[in-house]
């Protein structure tokens, strides 16, 4: 993409060796140039208006602190572009993983939440089916964290176990039968 700048208007070139020269005002002009084209660029990577302000600036910064390592005579534009989208890129970075950070916060607070509001008003099915895992044998119980506390699949179970996938899913329904019945039978002594 060429430079958003006409070659008549301004000598970009000349503006950088002067830049590279220790004149400081002669930054301006590149920065009037192709500062709205810079935020239409970064618009379309980044459509959050008080984002695209701070990065155009950002790249700015950028730009004029690192003026020394540019080669006059080359694309500015296309040095500008570089920069914005390098900035661009860590921004959607970071969102993303502030994002993550928060639905995990969020799913955290939920499951606090749930579990909080299901002590404070637990059923006897609940009680007893804690009642029944605690009688259950260590091997078993391994089997109760791995799927319903560490929410591993089948097949991870299966590989941390030293089991075929198969023996996983067998030992499973057979748990869950297992705590069925043990369930069943401590409500009916408890109504009984």
């Known amino acids: 993409m060429n430079s958003p700048v006409k070659t008549g208007e301004i000598d970009e070139a000349a503006l950088v060796r002067a830049v590279q ?5 002669a930054f301006e002009p590149l920065v009037d140039a192709h500062l709205d084209h810079l935020r239409a660029f970064i618009a379309l990577k980044l459509p959050v208006t008080h984002l695209v302000n701070e990065i155009a ?18 694309s500015f534009w296309a040095w500008l572009r570089a920069i914005a989208g390098n900035l661009t890129r860590a921004e959607l970075q ?10 995990g916060y969020a799913r ?25 895992v ?47 019945l043990c369930i069943e039978n401590k409500l009916a002594k408890s109504r009984g």
């Open 94 to 103: 970071r969102f993303r993983r502030e994002q993550v950070n928060q639905l």
């Open 108 to 132: 955290h607070r939920l499951l606090e939440a749930g579990l909080a509001q299901a002590s404070s008003s637990e059923s006897d099915e609940v009680e007893h089916l804690r009642r029944c």
């Open 21 to 25: 020269s220790g004149e400081v005002k």
């Open 57 to 74: 600036h950002e790249t700015f910064v950028f730009a004029f602190r690192n003026i020394r390592h540019f080669e006059a005579g080359t």
């Open 134 to 180: 605690e009688e259950l044998p260590d091997h078993m119980r391994t089997l109760v964290t791995l799927k319903y506390r560490q929410d591993l699949s089948i097949e991870q179970i299966a590989t941390q176990l030293s089991r075929t996938q198969t023996a996983v899913w067998q030992a499973l329904f057979r748990l869950r039968q297992q705590l069925k």
